[in-house]
């Protein structure tokens, strides 16, 4: 039987382009549905964080800051920041560049996520936030039938 499950997980960032690996998590939640093949969405609320897959570990986590401090600057100016005073729009700009949303296929009850590959939230804010991440299955519900 095809089902939909939901949860919200829920993370404390520091901000300033904090990179944290929520696979664990998304894990645990994904095998506590006992869904054995469908598809997972994962959504972070919000308009400065964003969502991706890397390898976390130092080196990479490293790199892929000094890449978005290339590509959007936080030491220029931003219409955003003269109209709201935030100072935050370059993390705008950079989770638009990443994006808010990933699609992970589970197969055998499992993410299927290549042997380096881990879930990431990035935290590019110029503060500490709580940050929501809506999780969504659409598979077959093993609980149910």
Do not use: C
Request: proline share 5%.
């Amino acid at each position: 039987m095809t089902a939909i499950q939901s949860t919200t997980l829920a993370f404390k960032t520091p901000g300033h382009n904090d990179v944290q690996d929520i696979t664990p998590a998304v894990a645990e939640w994904v095998a506590a549905t006992g869904v054995r093949s469908g598809l997972l969405s994962l959504f972070v609320h919000g308009s400065t964080a964003a969502l991706t897959t890397i390898e976390f570990e130092s080196g990479v986590v490293a790199d892929l800051k000094a890449a978005i401090e290339r590509m959007a600057p936080d030491d220029i100016p931003y219409d955003h920041d003269r109209r709201w005073g935030d100072g935050n729009g370059y993390a705008h700009v950079r989770a638009a560049l990443l994006g808010p949303s990933l699609t992970i296929p589970i197969t055998d009850g499992t993410l299927a996520l290549g042997t380096w590959q881990q879930i990431v939230l990035v935290d590019f804010d110029n503060r500490p936030r709580h940050r929501q991440i809506v999780a969504q299955i659409v598979g077959e519900d093993l609980k149910r039938g």
